[in-house]
């Protein structure tokens, strides 16, 4: 491996070790057998080395992710077990992903002082909203502006669960609540279109 290779792959390690806050540039340099200069000339700064460390991550994490979608996609389940299939999934991998989680909030926290990784963390997010207008395409034949509404209103449901578990697993819902949820949502609507009057 490259030092940017070799960055990368210390930083996460750091990552899951120390955080993103608590982690220095000495702390990267240890761990990937680099120097510092090798950080800003491959990234810029910690910070930026630091996210897309976080963002590979948790790109690997939604790879694994689109495998389960597909998975149950092919199951002859109906959209909301699959859908419940899915966040069951997703709470049991937040075991795995702690680390990462609370980093990502971190790194939030920085964002909001540094245009570079605001932009890097609106850029992943953007990718992550296409990815699931490839995936709607794929799965159920939903397309455009509504696949990707849809995606943005499951990364803010992902973003919130993320943080609810953090802070209280034991009280945070469940992947069978979370699709209950849905459920009653879904009936909700559907009792409002019964008893909306008719037009005219």
């Known amino acids: 491996m490259g030092h940017r290779e070799d960055l990368l792959a210390g930083a996460r390690k750091c990552l899951?070790?120390?955080?993103?806050?608590?982690?220095?540039?000495?702390?990267?340099v240890a761990a990937s057998g680099t120097n510092l200069a090798s950080i800003?000339?491959?990234?810029?700064s910690k910070e930026a080395l630091l996210t897309e460390a976080l963002i590979s991550?948790?790109?690997?994490?939604?790879?694994e992710l689109v495998h389960v979608a597909r998975t149950n996609a092919v199951s002859g389940k109906g959209a909301l077990e699959q859908m419940e299939a899915l966040w069951v999934w997703m709470i049991e991998s937040f075991d795995r992903?702690?680390?990462?989680m609370i980093a990502n909030f971190e790194a939030f926290a920085q964002a909001s002082h540094s245009d570079r990784l605001r932009a890097q963390l609106a850029s992943y997010y953007e990718r992550s909203r296409q990815a699931y207008v490839e995936a709607s395409r794929e799965f159920t034949g939903v397309d455009g502006?509504?696949?990707?509404?849809?995606?943005?209103?499951h990364l803010a449901l992902l973003?919130?669960?993320?943080?609810?578990?953090?802070?209280?697993?034991?009280?945070?819902?469940?992947?069978q609540e979370m699709a209950g949820a849905f459920r009653s949502?879904?009936?909700?609507?559907r009792r409002d279109d019964t008893d909306a009057p008719p037009n005219g």
Do not use: C, K, N
Not at 57 to 63: L, N, R, S, V, Y
């Open 57 to 63: 991550a948790f790109d690997e994490w939604g790879e």
């Open 159 to 175: 973003d919130g669960l993320m943080l609810q578990w953090i802070l209280d697993p034991e009280h945070a819902p469940s992947g």
């Open 40 to 44: 800003g000339y491959h990234f810029g």
């Open 16 to 28: 899951y070790e120390r955080g993103y806050a608590h982690t220095t540039a000495r702390d990267l």
């Open 185 to 189: 949502m879904v009936e909700l609507v």
């Open 145 to 153: 502006a509504e696949a990707r509404a849809v995606g943005s209103f």
């Open 97 to 100: 992903l702690r680390p990462l």
